[in-house]
C-alpha cells in the first residue's frame, strides 16, 4: 500500500463538524463590517516581499524571520502573506479605490503565513478577519473600528475579552523615547536573541509575551509620556467616542502592536481563557503607510482577528456549538424506478430553497432510513413501488413519527406539500420549546411561593 501522505505540520485543516464550526465564526464576524458599508476585497496570497519589507518594516519579526519567502521562475522575490494591511493599502493605491470617496472601507478574511513554531492557537497557516478604513485622520474611525471588532465577537458569544488600548503617538516623537528605552535596556539581564531584535528596535521588545521579559520591563519608560499635545487629544476623542459606543476598554500604556506602519490609536483585544498567547486580535492606525508604499499621504486604521483565537476562546468559554449545517428534508427511493423518480423531486426541492439529500448508492429500506436519521434531517420522504403506483410518496416526520403524503407525479404539489410539512414540522418544535419555557417559568414561580 502506499505511503500517506499527510498535512504541512502546524496547519489547521477544517473538516466537519469543526467545518462548521469555522464558517459560523468567520461568517458572525464578517457580519457587522458588511453592515457598516465595509465592501470586500479579495487578495493574492503572496506578493512581491518589498511590500512586506517596506510595509510591515525590515526589523520586525515577522519580516525578518517568520514570513514565507521564496524565489519564483522568473527569479522574483515572493512572500506569502503575513498580514493583510499591506497588501489591501497595495491593492486601493493600485487600483484606485480613493477616487471613489473617502474613507475607502474594506474587509478580507482569508488564510495568512508565518514560519513560526507551531503551538495552541498558534499556526503557521491561519485565518483571520479583517477590515481597513482608509483617508481620514478621524478618532470617530478608530472607534468604529473597534467597536465592530466589538460587537463581532460579542455576536459570537463571547463575554470573557478585554480591550486594551495605548496611543504610540507620532512618528517624530519616536526617536527621545526610544533612546531613553534604549538606555533603559542596557541594565537589563536578557539574552542575545532579545538583545539582538532590541538593537533593531527596542519598541519591539514591549510586544514580548514572555512573563520574565515583562517582569524586566515593567518600570520601562512609558511612550504615553513623550507623545505630543496633539496625539493626546487625538487618543482622548478616541476613548470618549468608545464610551458613547458603550465599548469597555482599559488602558494600557505599554501596549504597542508587533508592525513597525503603527501611530497613534494601538488596540487589542486578550482573553485569559487563551494562556500567555492572550490575544484574540487587534489594530491601530497606520497614517505613513500609504505614502510609504507610494500612494497620496493619507491616514487609515484597521484591525485583524484571529478565527482560531476567536475558536479558542469559544471553546474556553464552553459556548455551545453553532447548529451543523445539515439537510432538513431527506429521500429515501426503494428501487431504481422510484430513485429515478426522487432525483427529479430533489432537484425541485433544491431550486425552491429547500435543503435537500438522498440516499445513495441503492440501499434497502432500512439502510436509507438509518442515513435519513444520520442527516438530521426533519422529514423523510419514502418512495418504493407501493407509493409509485399510488402516485403518493410517504413524509414522515422524523422527531414524532408523524405521517404524511406528497403527490409523486405533480412536481409542484409535491414541493408545496413537502414545504407544507416542513413548516409544520417547525412550528411543532417551536411550540414544544415555548411548552418548556413556560413549565419552567411556572416551576420557578412555585419554588418561590414555596420559599
Same mark, same amino acid.
Given at each position: 500500500?502506499?505511503?500517506?501522505?499527510?498535512?504541512?505540520?502546524?496547519?489547521?485543516?477544517?473538516?466537519?463538524?469543526?467545518?462548521?464550526?469555522?464558517?459560523?465564526?468567520?461568517?458572525?464576524?464578517?457580519?457587522?463590517?458588511?453592515?457598516?458599508?465595509?465592501?470586500?476585497?479579495?487578495?493574492?496570497?503572496?506578493?512581491?516581499?518589498?511590500?512586506?519589507?517596506?510595509?510591515?518594516?525590515?526589523?520586525?519579526?515577522?519580516?525578518?524571520?517568520?514570513?514565507?519567502?521564496?524565489?519564483?521562475?522568473?527569479?522574483?522575490?515572493?512572500?506569502?502573506?503575513?498580514?493583510?494591511?499591506?497588501?489591501?493599502?497595495?491593492?486601493?493605491?493600485?487600483?484606485?479605490?480613493?477616487?471613489?470617496?473617502?474613507?475607502?472601507?474594506?474587509?478580507?478574511?482569508?488564510?495568512?503565513?508565518?514560519?513560526?513554531?507551531?503551538?495552541?492557537?498558534?499556526?503557521?497557516?491561519?485565518?483571520?478577519?479583517?477590515?481597513?478604513?482608509?483617508?481620514?485622520?478621524?478618532?470617530?474611525?478608530?472607534?468604529?473600528?473597534?467597536?465592530?471588532?466589538?460587537?463581532?465577537?460579542?455576536?459570537?458569544?463571547?463575554?470573557?475579552?478585554?480591550?486594551?488600548?495605548?496611543?504610540?503617538?507620532?512618528?517624530?516623537?519616536?526617536?527621545?523615547?526610544?533612546?531613553?528605552?534604549?538606555?533603559?535596556?542596557?541594565?537589563?539581564?536578557?539574552?542575545?536573541?532579545?538583545?539582538?531584535?532590541?538593537?533593531?528596535?527596542?519598541?519591539?521588545?514591549?510586544?514580548?509575551?514572555?512573563?520574565?521579559?515583562?517582569?524586566?520591563?515593567?518600570?520601562?519608560?512609558?511612550?504615553?509620556?513623550?507623545?505630543?499635545?496633539?496625539?493626546?487629544?487625538?487618543?482622548?476623542?478616541?476613548?470618549?467616542?468608545?464610551?458613547?459606543?458603550?465599548?469597555?476598554?482599559?488602558?494600557?500604556?505599554?501596549?504597542?502592536?508587533?508592525?513597525?506602519?503603527?501611530?497613534?490609536?494601538?488596540?487589542?483585544?486578550?482573553?485569559?481563557?487563551?494562556?500567555?498567547?492572550?490575544?484574540?486580535?487587534?489594530?491601530?492606525?497606520?497614517?505613513?503607510?500609504?505614502?510609504?508604499?507610494?500612494?497620496?499621504?493619507?491616514?487609515?486604521?484597521?484591525?485583524?482577528?484571529?478565527?482560531?483565537?476567536?475558536?479558542?476562546?469559544?471553546?474556553?468559554?464552553?459556548? @455551545?456549538?453553532? #447548529?451543523? !449545517?445539515? *439537510?432538513?428534508? /431527506?429521500?429515501?427511493? +426503494?428501487? &431504481? %424506478?422510484?430513485? =429515478? $423518480?426522487?432525483?427529479?423531486?430533489?432537484?425541485?426541492?433544491?431550486?425552491?430553497?429547500?435543503?435537500?439529500?438522498?440516499?445513495?448508492?441503492?440501499?434497502?429500506?432500512?439502510?436509507?432510513?438509518?442515513?435519513?436519521?444520520?442527516?438530521?434531517?426533519?422529514?423523510?420522504?419514502?418512495?418504493?413501488?407501493?407509493?409509485?403506483?399510488?402516485?403518493?410518496?410517504?413524509?414522515?416526520?422524523?422527531?414524532?413519527?408523524?405521517? @404524511?403524503?406528497? #403527490?409523486? !407525479?405533480? *412536481?409542484?404539489? /409535491?414541493?408545496?406539500? +413537502?414545504? &407544507? %410539512?416542513?413548516? =409544520? $414540522?417547525?412550528?411543532?418544535?417551536?411550540?414544544?420549546?415555548?411548552?418548556?419555557?413556560?413549565?419552567?417559568?411556572?416551576?420557578?414561580?412555585?419554588?418561590?411561593?414555596?420559599?
Amino acid at each position: 500500500m502506499p505511503e500517506r501522505i499527510h498535512a504541512p505540520k502546524g496547519v489547521a485543516e477544517y473538516v466537519p463538524p469543526e467545518s462548521t464550526r469555522f464558517l459560523h465564526t468567520r461568517r458572525t464576524l464578517i457580519e457587522p463590517l458588511v453592515n457598516a458599508g465595509y465592501r470586500c476585497i479579495e487578495l493574492p496570497v503572496f506578493e512581491d516581499t518589498s511590500l512586506y519589507v517596506r510595509g510591515v518594516g525590515e526589523g520586525t519579526d515577522i519580516v525578518g524571520k517568520e514570513m514565507y519567502t521564496f524565489e519564483d521562475r522568473g527569479g522574483r522575490s515572493i512572500s506569502l502573506r503575513p498580514e493583510g494591511t499591506a497588501g489591501v493599502v497595495r491593492s486601493m493605491i493600485e487600483h484606485g479605490l480613493a477616487r471613489g470617496g473617502l474613507p475607502v472601507k474594506l474587509w478580507y478574511a482569508g488564510p495568512f503565513f508565518r514560519a513560526e513554531r507551531p503551538q495552541r492557537g498558534r499556526y503557521r497557516q491561519f485565518n483571520q478577519v479583517g477590515m481597513e478604513a482608509i483617508g481620514y485622520d478621524d478618532p470617530a474611525l478608530d472607534a468604529e473600528v473597534i467597536a465592530l471588532t466589538d460587537a463581532g465577537l460579542r455576536a459570537l458569544g463571547l463575554t470573557g475579552f478585554r480591550l486594551l488600548v495605548n496611543s504610540l503617538g507620532d512618528v517624530a516623537e519616536r526617536p527621545a523615547y526610544r533612546d531613553q528605552l534604549t538606555e533603559f535596556i542596557k541594565g537589563l539581564d536578557l539574552d542575545q536573541e532579545t538583545l539582538r531584535r532590541a538593537e533593531l528596535n527596542p519598541l519591539r521588545l514591549l510586544d514580548d509575551k514572555r512573563r520574565e521579559v515583562k517582569a524586566l520591563l515593567a518600570d520601562a519608560p512609558v511612550l504615553r509620556d513623550f507623545i505630543s499635545a496633539e496625539a493626546r487629544a487625538h487618543h482622548d476623542q478616541v476613548c470618549e467616542y468608545l464610551t458613547v459606543l458603550g465599548v469597555a476598554f482599559e488602558e494600557d500604556p505599554k501596549l504597542v502592536r508587533g508592525l513597525d506602519y503603527y501611530t497613534r490609536t494601538t488596540f487589542e483585544f486578550v482573553h485569559e481563557g487563551l494562556g500567555s498567547q492572550s490575544a484574540i486580535g487587534g489594530g491601530g492606525r497606520f497614517d505613513g503607510l500609504v505614502a510609504d508604499l507610494g500612494g497620496d499621504d493619507m491616514s487609515g486604521v484597521g484591525c485583524a482577528i484571529g478565527i482560531e483565537r476567536a475558536m479558542l476562546a469559544c471553546r474556553a468559554e464552553a459556548l @455551545a456549538d453553532p #447548529p451543523a !449545517g445539515r *439537510v432538513d428534508v /431527506f429521500l429515501v427511493p +426503494v428501487g &431504481g %424506478e422510484a430513485k =429515478r $423518480s426522487l432525483v427529479r423531486l430533489l432537484a425541485a426541492l433544491r431550486r425552491a430553497g429547500v435543503r435537500a439529500d438522498l440516499a445513495y448508492g441503492d440501499r434497502s429500506m432500512k439502510g436509507g432510513m438509518r442515513a435519513a436519521d444520520r442527516s438530521g434531517a426533519e422529514l423523510a420522504v419514502i418512495v418504493g413501488e407501493r407509493e409509485l403506483a399510488d402516485g403518493s410518496a410517504m413524509v414522515k416526520h422524523m422527531s414524532t413519527g408523524v405521517q @404524511a403524503t406528497a #403527490p409523486v !407525479g405533480d *412536481v409542484g404539489g /409535491f414541493v408545496r406539500a +413537502v414545504q &407544507g %410539512e416542513l413548516a =409544520r $414540522s417547525k412550528e411543532s418544535v417551536a411550540s414544544s420549546a415555548r411548552t418548556g419555557e413556560s413549565a419552567t417559568a411556572d416551576g420557578n414561580e412555585m419554588d418561590q411561593e414555596a420559599r
